[in-house]
């Protein structure tokens, strides 16, 4: 049985953390909206603001430009935004 979109993103997310150590506290420094302009670009490879930001965002460019699947580039999205989420809440406790 497939995977549904939530399951997908879950799984996303936790690879972020276990497999890039991607963690909360590295997600802490990114405080410019980072996390949602690279959900952005994942959405839309077309949209140049992670170019802009000059970050060394340019593997990650690299890896969401690679993929073709429509559901990876959307995993992708939710599991930054999902990020974004969590850095936020993790200010305001």
């Known amino acids: 049985m497939k995977k549904t979109g939530i399951e997908l993103i879950a799984q996303e997310r936790q690879e972020r953390l ?11 420094t990114h405080e410019n909206e980072e996390l949602v302009r690279a959900a952005i670009y994942a ?13 060394g965002w340019a593997h990650f460019v690299s890896k ?3 993929k073709k699947n429509r559901i990876d580039q959307l995993k992708v999205a939710g599991a930054l935004i999902a990020a974004e989420i969590d850095r ?3 200010q305001t406790n």
């Open 43 to 55: 959405l839309d490879p077309c949209m140049d603001n992670l170019k802009q930001l000059d970050i």
């Open 18 to 28: 276990e497999k890039h150590g991607w963690t909360d506290k590295h997600d802490s």
């Open 64 to 66: 969401i430009d690679d």
């Open 88 to 90: 936020i809440n993790s």
